[in-house]
């Protein structure tokens, strides 16, 4: 049965289609770097464009009893589902009343793997009617590249949902700051204490016109913070360590936005309760500008406790980015 309307096939028919090859396409390979215009060269772009041609208007062939069945409602942005067929329900869509609920990008996925008839109107639609009706509801094209790559690798892919971890994981932050005032407190005593006995021994120091200078400039490093290679070291840092889970005082604004909860397929799995993502995704363009730490750092933030990924698009395809923290090797033994 096709997919575009009730066409019946002849058992030669459909033995045909059975033999056809279910290898894709290679989009990838070594690449010239100019053309050259020579025979060769020639055939070998007109054999890719014939071979993707090919693929592009091969007839899908499902049986009916095997595929599920939607109606797209565009006032919710929704697709509820009349008949379910196929085991993927463990994993898309949300049961809402009684009734299951698709979002746009899942009805697209389904539909463009053949496991989904959607209807309009009371009339069915094709996998372009789809797109064009849907994806405006959903995710822009490149969201929606990375949402059907990740699902077709096997992960589980859902919108990214704060959590319950993250809420906590505040809360914590609030006792560790609370806890932290209050060790700044004592260090602040401690340091006035420290500072009053300082100066009196600079005073009396034969370099004491080192710290005396009315200009203001003044060593790094006093004789009292020659404890130990570590204290010397903290003074003598010009650039602070910063780790990604610090929440910065400051955010700058930026497109980006974390955009999907990816889950590992397996039967630990729920979809009432899929607990907290081994990964999450962000999605940005190649021609975006470098991402500053800022914006990293509050992605990260975002995130947490699951770790973030950068998927970065470009042309049709998808490269995975991830940052972590690394502390620089230092040549000198911390005392």
């Keep these: ?111 463009e793997q053949g496991s989904l008839e959607l209807y309009y109107g009371g009339l069915p639609i094709s996998l372009q009617q789809a797109f064009s009706m849907l994806q405006p509801h959903a995710f822009d094209h490149d969201h929606y590249l990375v949402y059907a790559y990740l699902l077709r690798l096997g992960y589980i892919v859902l919108r990214h949902q704060s959590r319950s971890a993250s809420e906590g994981a505040k809360e914590q932050s609030l006792d560790d700051k609370d806890i932290k005032d209050n060790n700044i407190k004592t260090e602040e005593d401690t340091e006035y204490t420290e500072v009053a006995n300082n100066t009196k021994i600079l005073q009396d120091s034969p370099v004491s016109h080192l710290w005396m200078d009315e200009s203001g400039c003044q060593p790094l490093v006093r004789p009292s913070d020659a404890k130990s290679t570590a204290s010397l070291l903290s003074k003598l840092q010009v650039i602070k360590t910063h780790r990604m889970t610090t929440k910065t005082t400051h955010s700058e604004s930026h497109p980006l936005a974390v955009d999907f909860d990816v889950y590992h397929p397996g039967v630990h799995y729920k979809k009432s309760d899929p607990g907290v993502p081994p990964f999450c995704v962000s999605v940005c363009r190649y021609s975006y500008p470098a991402l500053s730490l800022s914006v990293i750092n509050d992605l990260t933030c975002e995130s947490y406790p699951s770790p973030i990924k950068f998927a970065v698009t470009c042309d049709g395809s998808v490269s995975f980015y991830d940052m972590i923290d690394a502390d620089l090797p230092t040549s000198i033994n911390i005392g």
């Design 1 to 111: 049965m096709s997919m575009e309307g009730d066409i019946t096939f002849s058992p030669e028919e459909l033995q045909k289609h059975r033999k056809q090859t279910q290898h894709l396409p290679q989009v990838k390979g070594p690449k010239e770097f100019a053309p050259n215009n020579s025979t060769e060269q020639c055939q070998q772009i007109k054999s890719m464009i014939t071979e993707h041609v090919d693929v592009l208007r091969e007839e899908r062939i499902v049986r009916k009893g095997n595929i599920s069945i939607g109606t797209w409602d565009p006032e919710n942005a929704i697709v509820e589902v009349t008949k379910q067929k196929g085991s993927y329900w463990n994993y898309f869509g949300r049961n809402v009343k009684g009734e299951m609920i698709l979002n746009a990008e899942e009805a697209l996925f389904l539909l």
